[in-house]
């Protein structure tokens, strides 16, 4: 205890010793970082859309508010447009990845958005008529989706692909990109770990010609 005593004296009085000026930059800086992580953990962040496969609802190039403070209290819900990373992205866990995630600064990790179509213990399956016209069924009741692109996916079901019927297991989610037939999702992926949600997509505000607030659709 004493030799800690000992060091934190040191770096204190170390720190005394540097330029007013350069003490003054250097804790407004900390203070901003500090503020960010605050912000980005506990409230919210903002993204951009840089793919199709959320159309019509998000296009390339929005702006979104992703609010982060709902997943200390509520789980996602059915319609939710979330932000998350995919399963099979590795998160290393090194000081400066976890910095780079906690801030946004030089962030690496490749984030998705999709919307929660299935949600833990839920029936689920995609059945695919004659004329090529697919629909969602949870608990074998057709799901209405009026926000999807269309329901002509252009690449129905295969084998490769995980299309049900199968019941979602605990704290497993079923993600779907609105632009079914431009979107890599839980189809070919699998199921989503609830641990590995960022946020839920709240508000585009930008350009302002499309600003829309997003609630929940269920």
Known sequence: MDK???LIKKIKTEYEKINPMARETLETVVFVVVMVIIIRFFIGEIRWIPSA????TLIEGDRIVVERFSR???TPKRGDIMVFYPPFEKLPNTPWRIFSRLTGFFCKDIAYIKRVIGVPG???EIKTDKN?????YINDKPLEERYIRSEY????????????PFIIPEHKYFMMGDNRGNSYDSRWWGFLPEDRFVGRAV???WPFNRVKVFGNLK
Do not use: A, H
């Open 4 to 6: 800690l005593k000992d």
């Open 122 to 124: 839920d029936k689920f």
């Open 203 to 205: 508000l585009l505000f």
């Open 132 to 136: 090529g016209k697919s629909l969602v």
């Open 72 to 74: 200390f209290y509520k």
């Open 53 to 56: 496969s959320m159309r019509p």
């Open 153 to 164: 996916y252009e690449k129905p079901c295969t084998q490769d692909m995980l299309c049900g």
